[in-house]
């Protein structure tokens, strides 16, 4: 299915950069697997959830969880996360119907929101409607970047879309939209009322769509570049980017504190920004053979392989050679296993068999989630075993 100009998923890009839906066009998709293993995510948990709403006959879900199982990404723990998702989902639902008998659930849910958007479209994952709540839910099987619900603006353009074609079966003053991203072990959850929400539509979402759908306005580079197709070549994050050239790393030491917290604030988007360009730069030399001044295309380094590791094995043995020799062994590591085994079996019978250390302190800005590290604390703890001697 084509995707709209303004998608919901690039809004809080081109509701920040208007002329950046237009320019994106020139680009291709190459989001590539990580793109293709969450749709097979999201097919896998709408059938489970199916399943457990009675929708599907146990042929047809058999049939269907065969073609996904098949797809060479899925695997034991990919299950096992579309398992708990749908779980959420059912105990989202059930609370809804505990105080509205009547509550419905829609899954993969097309929605028109040509109302702000210029023909703009999008599809929700769940939508569960009752009195008074709307609730919104997205999965994420991203596990590069978490992804919080609070003012996100793809879930509003969906609760705007929801509300369009549902609000006369229910009166609904509240939406409750909700993030789902398990890889990252995150559920963030959102509310704001309806009232504010279509205040936010009519004053900015509808202007700055309407640009945006025309190219108009400016450039503004921002955290919101990261999936910009065009980020690679846009004049404007590279200036953006290029602010950091003003410090004189060499001479880091004469920064004074805030410098370097802004330093730090942008070095992770800055190093992004250098890899986008230099993985278009490769892309453009490898699929249309573009020449860049001072550069040329060459082979990479490669190493040795087997062309047959049982014909090696084979040849090995039968020269004498003792399979003790030929081979090693070695213990899954702890993500490998759980992925082989499942996650549900692996925790029922490793839990007691694995531990978690302490992890590497890392500066992390403030918005960060995750509690503040103790260094005193830490510091008591590396040497509680110490024994102390005269």
Not at 148 to 160: E, G, S, T
Not at 175 to 197: A, F, H, N
Not at 249 to 264: G, P, S
Not at 370 to 385: C, G, L, S, V, Y
Request: charged share 30%; hydrophobic share 40%; glycine share 4%.
């Amino acid at each position: 299915m084509p995707h709209a100009v303004l998608s919901p998923s690039g809004a809080s890009r081109w509701l920040s950069c208007t002329p950046s839906a237009r320019l994106e066009q020139q680009f291709p998709d190459r989001s590539g697997q990580a793109a293709a293993e969450g749709t097979l995510a999201h097919a896998l948990s709408e059938l489970i959830i199916k399943e457990k709403l009675g929708n599907v006959a146990k042929v047809a879900f058999k049939r269907a969880f065969d073609v996904i199982a098949k797809n060479d990404l899925y695997d034991n723990a990919m299950l096992d996360h579309a398992e708990e998702y749908a779980t959420f989902v059912m105990e989202r639902l059930a609370e809804a119907q505990a105080h509205t008998r009547d509550a419905i659930i829609f899954l993969e849910q097309k929605l028109n929101l040509t109302d702000y958007v210029p023909e703009g479209f999008g599809t929700g994952d769940v939508i569960i409607i009752a009195n008074s709540v709307l609730d919104i839910i997205d999965l994420k099987y991203g596990k590069g970047v978490p992804v919080f619900a609070d003012n996100n603006k793809q879930m509003m353009l969906y609760a705007l879309g929801a509300l369009r074609e549902y609000d006369f079966m229910y009166d609904i003053d509240t939406v409750r939209m909700t993030i789902y991203q398990p890889r990252l072990d995150t559920i963030s959850t959102w509310e704001i009322p309806v009232i504010e929400l279509r205040e936010w539509a009519e004053t900015e979402l509808k202007p700055r769509a309407e640009m945006a759908f025309k190219g108009e306005g400016e450039f503004v580079a921002g955290k919101h570049c990261q999936f910009c197709k065009a980020k690679a070549v846009c004049k404007a994050n590279a200036d953006h980017q290029l602010v950091l050239a003003q410090f004189d790393f060499k001479q880091a030491v004469l920064l004074n504190d805030q410098e370097i917290a802004d330093i730090l604030d942008r070095a992770k988007d800055f190093t992004n920004w250098l890899t986008a360009v230099t993985d278009y730069a490769l892309a453009e030399a490898i699929d249309n053979n573009k020449k860049w001044p001072g550069y040329k295309l060459v082979e990479g380094r490669s190493n040795r392989k087997y062309l047959d590791e049982t014909s090696v094995a084979n040849k090995l043995t039968s020269s004498g050679f003792d399979e003790e020799v030929i081979y090693s062994k070695k213990l899954l590591d702890i993500t490998a296993m759980e992925k082989e085994i499942g996650k549900a079996e692996f925790n029922k019978l490793l839990a007691d068999l694995t531990i978690k250390p302490p992890g590497k302190p890392t500066l992390v800005p403030n918005s960060d989630k995750r509690p503040e590290f103790n260094t005193e604390e830490a510091a008591q703890a590396d040497f509680k075993d110490v024994v102390v001697t005269e």
